[in-house]
Nanobody, 120 residues
Framework: VQLVESGGGSVQAGGSLTLSCAAS????????MAWFRQSPGKERAPVAS???????KYGDFAKGRFTISRDNDKNTVELAMNSLNPEDSAMYYC????????????????WGQGTQVTVS
């Protein structure tokens, strides 16, 4: 099981970025997939998740600005982020878990290495 994030970088406030997570090693179509983020000195926080049916769930700060999507044929999950502000600067992590049959929960078994997002 391997999760590899990409798409991070530096962007000015108000700008957009799309993060991508490529999953390999297992068919992920029935798994919950999620994005988390962590800034220095802060706890890791859930950004968004998407269940096997494609139903998304967002953290309050992400609602209306971020969109999570998945492509089960390609084993990828994306996070499109708009209207970014400096508070969105963080390491963003992709996560996956096979254990949720319906709604995605808070705990994830598999994690990627992260991709850095910096908003100035």
């Amino acid at each position: 099981v391997q999760l590899v994030e990409s798409g991070g970088g530096s962007v000015q406030a108000g700008g957009s970025l799309t993060l991508s997570c490529a999953a390999s090693g297992h068919p992920y179509r029935t798994w919950c997939m999620a994005w988390f983020r962590q800034s220095p000195g802060k706890e890791r926080a859930p950004v968004a998740s998407i269940d096997r049916y494609g139903k998304p769930k967002y953290g309050d700060f992400a609602k209306g600005r971020f969109t999570i999507s998945r492509d089960n044929d390609k084993n990828t999950v994306e996070l499109a982020m708009n209207s970014l502000n400096p508070e969105d600067s963080a390491m963003y992590y992709c996560a996956a878990d096979p254990g949720y049959l319906d709604e995605c929960g808070p705990s994830y078994t598999y994690w990627g290495q992260g991709t850095q997002v910096t908003v100035s």
